[in-house]
């Protein structure tokens, strides 16, 4: 690896950047990054000074995570983000995280404010300012997912403000993060695959295609598969019944004016790392059966990406 990065630009006459460095050996970037940062690698090159950032440790996660980042409208506000930190312009990058804030904070920083001893996000962001390589290595990180992302920014149309982008990618804790039940005092709630945001009167399903009985217990084995790139067949937790209130709400959420939105992923681990959840927008309830657990079939308003059908449809 120190070897291929001394010889990329001699040998391509590309610019040694993380993008065309991955793009032209085909690396996955995520067993790239969890070995090393990216100025970490090219300093076991020699061609860097080796990072002494004070929370590189911490932020090396961050790094992963920015690899898996693929709304357009995201990427460029990050990236803006970013660079304001770079240049040590904290309130700016606060001014232009907005809304979002807390969400940003999340991509940024991954848990609770008291985990790391930060008062409010002022304090996050300029902790940050501290990190310069990470800063660095991550602009060039969401400029190559930029480059590559299929995601078109399309924004769901729903009863309520939502940044999210159909189809780009999301962890469980991005998804608590954007609804404002991760916060700075709380990370919220963990390990379940239905989320209630009753203010906003809205079910998010979190969906793992192909289940392993290492990774889930045998109450959590779902059948979960996608019938068409619009229909997707559903199970409830084993614990909701039909007649429960949250069977109900889901069965009748169009006449008790309830959202659903659907996040997916094939599997839940891959290279040793968490698999983010695509974002396939809002669902309408189809038909049902059973008692406990409910099987659902739901119609997604915005067909799934191709390839996502292709590899968890189930077989003739």
Same mark, same amino acid.
């Given at each position: 690896?120190?070897?291929?990065?001394?010889?990329?630009?001699?040998?391509?006459?590309?610019?040694?950047?993380?993008?065309?460095?991955?793009?032209?050996?085909?690396?996955?970037?995520?067993?790239?990054?969890?070995?090393?940062?990216?100025?970490?690698?090219?300093?076991?090159?020699?061609?860097?000074?080796?990072?002494?950032?004070?929370? %590189?440790?911490?932020?090396?996660?961050?790094?992963?995570? *920015?690899?898996?980042?693929?709304?357009?409208?995201?990427?460029?506000?990050?990236?803006?983000?970013?660079?304001?930190?770079?240049?040590?312009?904290?309130?700016?990058?606060?001014?232009? *995280?907005?809304?979002? *804030?807390?969400?940003?904070?999340?991509?940024?920083?991954?848990?609770?404010?008291?985990?790391?001893?930060?008062?409010?996000?002022?304090?996050?962001?300029?902790?940050?300012?501290?990190?310069?390589?990470?800063?660095?290595?991550?602009?060039?990180?969401?400029?190559?997912?930029?480059?590559?992302?299929?995601?078109?920014? =399309?924004?769901?149309?729903?009863?309520?403000?939502?940044?999210?982008?159909?189809?780009?990618?999301?962890?469980?804790? +991005?998804?608590?993060?954007?609804? +404002?039940?991760?916060?700075?005092?709380? *990370?919220?709630?963990?390990?379940?695959?239905? %989320?209630?945001?009753?203010?906003?009167?809205?079910?998010?399903?979190? =969906?793992?295609?192909?289940?392993?009985?290492?990774?889930?217990?045998?109450?959590?084995?779902?059948? +979960?598969?996608?019938?068409?790139?619009?229909?997707?067949?559903?199970?409830?937790?084993?614990?909701?019944?039909?007649?429960?209130?949250?069977?109900?709400?889901?069965?009748?959420?169009?006449?008790?004016?309830?959202? =659903?939105?659907?996040?997916?992923?094939?599997?839940?681990?891959?290279?040793?790392?968490?698999v983010p959840f695509v974002f396939l927008g809002p669902a309408t309830h189809i038909s049902h059966q059973k008692?406990?657990? =409910?099987?659902?079939?739901?119609?997604?308003?915005?067909?799934?990406?191709?390839?996502?059908?292709?590899?968890?449809?189930?077989?003739?």
């Amino acid at each position: 690896m120190p070897e291929r990065l001394q010889t990329f630009t001699s040998e391509t006459g590309q610019a040694l950047t993380f993008g065309n460095f991955v793009q032209h050996h085909e690396y996955e970037p995520e067993r790239l990054l969890v070995s090393d940062t990216w100025t970490g690698w090219k300093a076991k090159a020699q061609l860097e000074p080796a990072p002494s950032d004070p929370d %590189l440790a911490w932020l090396k996660r961050t790094l992963v995570k *920015a690899a898996s980042v693929s709304g357009p409208e995201e990427i460029e506000r990050l990236r803006g983000i970013i660079g304001r930190l770079a240049s040590r312009d904290v309130s700016g990058a606060l001014d232009q *995280a907005g809304e979002q *804030a807390n969400a940003i904070y999340y991509r940024l920083w991954g848990d609770k404010a008291d985990r790391f001893g930060f008062a409010d996000l002022a304090d996050a962001f300029h902790r940050l300012t501290q990190n310069p390589s990470i800063l660095r290595d991550m602009d060039e990180i969401l400029a190559w997912a930029r480059d590559i992302s299929p995601v078109a920014g =399309i924004m769901p149309d729903l009863p309520f403000l939502c940044s999210l982008e159909v189809h780009a990618q999301f962890s469980a804790t +991005d998804i608590l993060a954007a609804f +404002d039940r991760a916060t700075l005092a709380s *990370a919220g709630q963990r390990g379940t695959g239905v %989320l209630h945001f009753q203010d906003i009167k809205t079910y998010a399903l979190l =969906i793992t295609f192909q289940k392993t009985e290492k990774e889930f217990s045998p109450t959590t084995m779902y059948a +979960d598969y996608p019938i068409s790139r619009s229909l997707l067949h559903w199970e409830s937790q084993s614990n909701t019944a039909l007649d429960s209130p949250t069977g109900q709400n889901l069965v009748h959420h169009q006449s008790r004016e309830y959202t =659903i939105l659907v996040f997916a992923r094939p599997r839940k681990k891959h290279n040793n790392c968490t698999v983010p959840f695509v974002f396939l927008g809002p669902a309408t309830h189809i038909s049902h059966q059973k008692e406990r657990p =409910i099987q659902m079939v739901w119609q997604l308003s915005c067909p799934m990406p191709v390839e996502m059908f292709e590899e968890n449809k189930r077989g003739e």
